[in-house]
Structures are given as C-alpha cells and as structure tokens.
C-alpha cells in the first residue's frame, strides 16, 4: 500500500506561482510514475502532468512551458511547480502512483491522495 499527500495548495492571483508536493508513506514510489490530475467544479478529471519512473516529464497542452514536475526519489516526494498561473488551472489537484505508460489516463493510476486546492484569482 502507498499513502499519498499533496500540499502546496492556495489562493494566488493570475501570473503567480504556487509549488505543490506528493509526498508517499508506506512504500517507496521510487520505481513508478508518478502523475498529477486535476477536476475543476463541474469538469472531468483531467490530465495534468507525469513524471515517469526514469525521470522523463510530459505535460498537458494546456499547462505546457508553464509547469514543471520533478521528483527526489530520496524523500519519497514529486513536485509540481505551476508558474504563469491562470484562473482557468484553479481545479483540485491530485497525484497519484503507477506502473503503466497510459499517462495520461486516470485508470493508468493504482493509488491517489485526497487532493489539494488551487485557486486563482483573476
């Protein structure tokens, strides 16, 4: 079993940062991918970021050259670091841990956290 948690989440206003953290308990994620989805009020979760098992990142369009995930193996912890934010990214975010390459599908994820706010202001 893996235990996620996601914190780093807030009210900002447009153009400003926000840095969010996974962080696992229980077992290491170090040899999964680690991904991060988000479900604004009244949409479908989507898609937002991945970080493979390897280290190699993909992106949503509609986050691309605005966000950046990386991750420290050693502190059983990925990051989502979310520059140039707009109104339209204030959704909850999630991360969630697994094996396969379907990145990009929330099915392709075995364990989720409980998600953390982002908000922001126009």
């Known amino acids: 079993q893996v235990q996620l948690e996601e914190s780093g989440g807030g009210l900002v206003q447009a153009g400003g940062s926000l840095r969010l953290s996974c962080a696992a308990s229980?077992?290491?994620?170090?040899?999964?991918?680690v991904g991060w989805f988000r479900q604004a009020p009244g949409k479908e979760r989507e898609f937002v970021a991945v970080?493979?098992?390897?280290?190699?990142?993909y992106f949503a369009d509609a986050v691309k050259e605005r966000f950046t995930i990386s991750r420290d193996n050693a502190k059983n912890t990925v990051y989502l670091q979310m520059n140039s934010l707009k109104p339209e990214d204030t959704a909850v975010y999630y991360c969630a841990t697994g094996i396969s390459r379907s990145y990009g599908r929330s099915d392709a994820y075995n364990y989720w956290g409980q998600g953390t706010q982002v908000t922001v202001s126009s």
């Open positions: 970080i493979t098992w390897s280290g190699n990142p």
């Open positions: 229980g077992r290491t994620f170090s040899g999964s991918n």
